[in-house]
């Protein structure tokens, strides 16, 4: 057996007793891809164990996420502060060996896979990243930013259509330094794919102008080496590495789906340990073997190289210097408070109706002047979501030195990339596109709301008031949703002054992705106190007060605040006292503090209605069971927006009538509970 073999062989065992003790997970995939696994990480992978996220690492993304334990393993086998207890505990509680990889739960997993094909989407952001990032700041001889992305894919990755949505991308940037390593094993789930998946695979990449090395033996050490020196040596594009490999490799079910998701039979574990000459009880591993698996003085060397090419350029270009550590650690600027102040304060002030997707790039035009880190987008919607500026420059395969990305028409493709960019690194990434096609890229929305990355959405056209395109166009449950993600926050501001302070807050939360729904119609400007204005960061404040103790209370968000505040006017021609609440972002709202709901919301004021052109179901916990909701079960309609709100009931009429019902109710009732977070 050569050195490689028996570095291989340590990958498949410590993978196969993980997954038999655990008696759950995938052992196929980790006992066929090994091999070229061993090749990468042994002779070309730049990382440091001992310090997993250095910047100038090389990325490695395990898309194939369900064979996990193929990079667990590898961790464990470089140096990486993950034990042999922790593979030991694979797939259980509170384990850092989880059944898919998850973005800082384990070190050195770099982004969360498992739906599959947006490993590979976050690997082309990635990319990206490093591209832009090295156009801006590397100078002749001082390279700070230069590593390479590497990723494996197996056949449902590539099935998936975000596959076809980012591969296109790639290649028309030409990210030279992108290689991706295909499991070509001809196996899923249901069996041998050659009757549902016939593509050739090669042909379609090259049309998307990569770079392919077809029909690599992925258990072949020196052809897997060959194959990465060629893929290295293509700068202009990336590159698809087609290793033909077997599933299960040295099993008895070897070749066979019964490898792909269940845990090996005891005897085909024990026959396989003969097969691969592993002599060793489970979780054992020879010193030898650690001593040659071991990357850590290595990788401690490599850090330590950038790390004077950082020290020369710092003595060379200070400015820039400090602008990148500023960048990579994800600090904003020491005069951002000050100056995004000053902004808002600006924008209190202007009285002019303006639809608040126009209102969201003027706050880019004054925010993206002083924050380069700002690298945006729109799915061929720029001139509907408004998602330039002023100093907006497109990225193209011959100028990365921009700030602008043209994704197509591709939703899924563009948020995962997002979701790549943030991870890398040095960016804060926002992308826009109309909100119904926010199911389009739902899935990687939810990734980024689990990996808590700071990527802002812009959706527009964010309700019924976009009017004649009709109910295909027209959201209605979108808000709601986005607002039942954790970690998510969703703002739908009123008027300039709170979509201002929403941009404003976006770009501050750094624990989570923000989404901005934002209207396609002119909305009127709304009065701000200097009170109100304070309050609006908070998700949810008093707007107008009445001036004497509240009747009932009316929320609202987005364009139908102006409903709410006219339906307040009228009433108080009743001697109706009314409080208008804007909660431009109720989850922000739901966590602040219970004095503040309370102040908001007292719970001994239990007449309230909640407006929204949007699904009523979210709002009950803010206006409770005896509340009512003026909102849309239903889908809408192709007419005029006006047209459309009057049909539907979203109106200052219907918002009178419903508070006068409830001011005209006699019944006394207990306290209206607080709402919960």
């Not at 001593?291 to 270009?317: I, T």
Request: hydrophobic share 35%.
């Amino acid at each position: 057996m050569n050195s490689f073999e028996e570095l291989a062989n340590a990958i498949r065992f410590l993978s196969i007793d993980a997954v038999d003790r655990a008696q759950s997970g995938h052992p196929g995939m980790p006992l066929g891809m090994a091999d070229i696994a061993t090749v990468l990480w042994q002779k070309f992978l730049i990382h440091n164990p001992h310090n997993p996220y250095w910047f100038n690492r090389d990325r490695f993304v395990l898309s194939n996420g369900h064979g996990s334990m193929l990079l667990y393993s590898l961790l464990h086998l470089s140096g990486y502060h993950l034990s042999i207890d922790e593979l030991k505990h694979f797939r259980q509680l509170h384990s850092k060996t989880p059944g898919h990889p998850e973005w800082m739960e384990t070190p050195g997993v770099e982004t969360t896979t498992g739906p599959l094909g947006q490993g590979l989407a976050n690997a082309v952001g990635m990319a990206l990243a490093e591209k832009i990032l090295s156009a801006e700041f590397n100078k002749t001889d001082l390279p700070l930013v230069d590593h390479y992305t590497y990723t494996f894919v197996g056949d449902g990755c590539l099935m998936e259509g975000i596959s076809h949505e980012v591969c296109s991308l790639a290649g028309t940037w030409g990210l030279g330094k992108l290689i991706v390593f295909y499991d070509d094993n001809g196996i899923s789930i249901d069996g041998k794919v050659d009757t549902w998946f016939t593509d050739d695979t090669a042909m379609r990449f090259k049309a998307y102008h990569w770079h392919v090395i077809e029909i690599v033996d992925g258990h072949d050490f020196t052809a897997i080496e060959k194959a990465i020196v060629s893929a290295r040596e293509e700068t202009k594009r990336p590159t698809l590495i087609l290793c033909k490999t077997i599933i299960g490799f040295g099993s008895e079910m070897a070749g066979s789906e019964k490898t792909h998701g269940s845990p090996l039979e005891t005897a085909d574990i024990q026959q396989l340990r003969q097969r691969l000459n592993w002599p060793y009880p489970p979780f054992h591993v020879p010193e030898k073997i650690y001593n040659e698996w071991s990357h850590v003085e290595q990788g401690k060397q490599e850090e330590q190289r950038w790390l004077q090419c950082c020290h020369e350029y710092q003595e060379r270009y200070p400015d820039q210097y400090f602008e990148f550590l500023r960048r990579i650690n994800g600090d904003l600027p020491d005069d951002w408070s000050s100056k995004s102040k000053a902004f808002i304060t600006q924008c209190q002030h202007q009285d002019k109706a303006i639809a608040t997707r126009k209102a969201s790039q003027q706050c880019l035009e004054a925010y993206a002047r002083f924050l380069p880190e700002l690298l945006g987008g729109s799915a061929d919607l720029t001139s509907s979501n408004n998602t330039d500026w002023s100093g907006s420059k497109a990225i193209n395969h011959d100028q990365f030195n921009g700030n602008y990305l043209h994704y197509g028409v591709r939703e899924f493709g563009m948020s995962a990339i997002m979701n790549g960019i943030a991870v890398h690194g040095g960016f804060i990434p926002y992308g826009g596109t109309f909100l119904v096609f926010s199911d389009y890229a739902r899935n990687a929305i939810r990734l980024s709301a689990l990996m808590k990355q700071r990527v802002i959405y812009i959706f527009t056209h964010d309700s019924i008031g976009l009017g004649e395109d009709g109910p295909t166009h027209q959201p209605i449950e979108h808000a709601a949703m986005l607002r039942l993600t954790p970690n998510m926050q969703t703002w739908r501001p009123a008027d300039l002054t709170e979509t201002a302070v929403a941009w404003q807050q976006a770009i501050e939360h750094h624990q989570g992705p923000s989404c901005l729904l934002l209207s396609r119609q002119n909305l009127p400007a709304c009065s701000h106190s200097e009170d109100t204005l304070a309050s609006i960061k908070r998700g949810g404040y008093i707007l107008k007060e009445s001036s004497m103790t509240p009747d009932a209370i009316l929320i609202a968000t987005g364009s139908e605040v102006q409903i709410a505040l006219a339906a307040a006017i009228e009433l108080e021609k009743q001697h109706v006292n009314i409080r208008v609440v804007s909660m431009p972002c109720a989850e922000r709202f739901l966590n602040q503090d219970a004095d503040y709901q309370e102040q908001v919301l007292p719970n001994n004021i239990r007449k309230r209605v909640a407006i929204e052109a949007a699904a009523s179901g979210y709002w009950y916990r803010f206006v409770g069971l005896d509340g009512t909701v003026i909102g849309i079960d239903r889908f809408g309609a192709s007419a005029p927006a006006s047209a459309i709100y009057q049909a539907l009931g979203i109106t200052v009429s219907k918002t009178v009538e419903a508070i006068e019902n409830l001011v005209s109710q006699q019944k006394l009732m207990p306290p209206c509970p607080p709402p919960t977070g």
